[in-house]
């Protein structure tokens, strides 16, 4: 074991405050922390699950720890609803900023951020009327997904949370990417006000944009210009079916200023993307067609890099699919407080420690959490024993 590194996260751990009234308290904030950070690398992140793998390893924790008795799976449940999920992120993401090297990949010199909502569904009583609750997600490409997250409130929405939430980013430097909720003047300016730039798809919530577009576009097919605009195209196999991607590039918006004007998004327009997609399944023979138009401030990119970075916007959602599908998340049922915000965090930690995991990060995510529920120590070289430098 590497002391320096387990002291190191053990230090920032201490960070975190502790909410608690100090009468009572049996067990260290960051002791208990830290039993939450091996679970959840084990698949478990809600308390009493927390609790009864503390209980199958508390010989271990006890000499880690100099924990007397196991702590209760109440504790572990107050731990979660009162713990500020903010910090809680702070610190573990300085301890992996601090252990592991930046593997995000680039355009030119610039980091691509990926934003994208999530339900947990579960968290929220359908019996009283409730609402889903949701989360408002991120990750640079070529990372997992992020430790930074946001709950949209109750009488919010994702749009009006998201310039709040940006300034958790440095976007210098920085192309953002997020669904068609984000073409709207607030998100957009919230971008461009502070150094990013964005790919974006137009859709029915900014209809004089997309009319506009629209009538530019066949326009150009009417005079035969449109197939002569630069394009690319691609197809893909994978999983039963074949995908054949078409892309267009307009570089003269012009006729958007002069239609609509410069105010809202239209001055910051720079070029329009076209991508359509046809999709066959092999197995039924079965076309469907669809049909994108993407917007973005960038002067000089080119219709192969917006294809690509408008396509990977894809990757987030999958980073979705493995918190519902391998660790459970719509599934939790933590409600109180800010519990279901601090399991979020958790299993994003865990997602994030598999990218770094040599032996799996390239497998399945049950067979990392496996290894690590049937090994304990296997997570401590993993906590410990650094392999990276920066």
């Known amino acids: 074991m590497r002391y320096d590194e387990e002291k190191q996260l053990i230090f920032l751990l201490e960070q975190i405050e502790d909410p608690r009234h100090a009468r009572g308290i049996r067990y260290r904030f960051a002791d208990l922390l830290l039993i939450c950070i091996y679970a959840v690398l084990a698949g478990h992140s809600e308390g009493s699950d927390i609790a009864f793998y503390a209980e199958l390893n508390f010989e271990y924790f006890k000499e880690k720890t100099q924990m007397k008795r196991v702590p209760s799976h109440d504790t572990f449940s107050r731990l979660l609803r009162m713990v500020s999920f903010e910090k809680l992120s702070f610190s573990l993401g300085a301890w992996l900023k601090e252990m592991f090297p930046e593997i995000c990949e680039r355009y030119k010199d610039m980091k691509i951020l990926r934003v994208d909502g999530k339900a947990v569904r579960a968290a ?217 915000t601090s399991g979020a965090v958790l299993r994003r930690f865990c997602l994030m420690m598999k990218k770094y995991d040599e032996q799996y990060s390239d497998k399945p995510m049950k067979r990392f959490i496996m290894a690590n529920e049937h090994d304990i120590h296997r997570i401590e070289k993993l906590l410990f024993e650094k392999k990276y430098e920066n």
Not at 225 to 234: A, S, T
Not at 294 to 309: F, G, P, R, S, Y
């Open 124 to 340: 929220s009583e359908k019996g009283k009327g409730e609402k889903p609750r949701y989360l408002l997600n991120a990750m640079y490409e070529g990372e997992s997904i992020g430790l930074k997250v946001k709950e949209v409130g109750e009488k919010e929405n994702e749009i009006s949370c998201l310039p709040e939430y940006r300034k958790l980013f440095e976007l210098n430097k920085t192309i953002v990417t997020i669904d068609a909720m984000g073409c709207n003047q607030t998100v957009i300016q919230a971008i461009v006000d502070r150094g990013g730039s964005y790919v974006i798809p137009v859709k029915e919530n900014q209809k004089r944009l997309l009319r506009t577009i629209e009538e530019e576009l066949e326009r150009l097919k009417q005079k035969g210009k449109y197939e002569k605009l630069d394009g690319v195209e691609q197809i893909n196999k994978s999983h039963g079916r074949i995908e054949r991607i078409k892309g267009r590039l307009i570089q003269d918006t012009s006729f958007l200023y002069e239609k609509l004007g410069l105010e809202s998004i239209y001055g910051s327009i720079a070029r329009i993307g076209v991508i359509e997609k046809k999709t066959v399944q092999t197995g039924t023979g079965e076309i469907s067609h669809s049909r994108q138009i993407v917007i973005t401030n960038l002067e000089e990119l080119d219709i192969e890099n917006l294809v690509k970075i408008r396509q990977g916007h894809w990757n987030i959602e999958m980073q979705h699919w493995l918190l519902d599908v391998q660790l459970k998340e719509d599934q939790k049922t933590a409600r109180k407080e800010g519990a279901m």
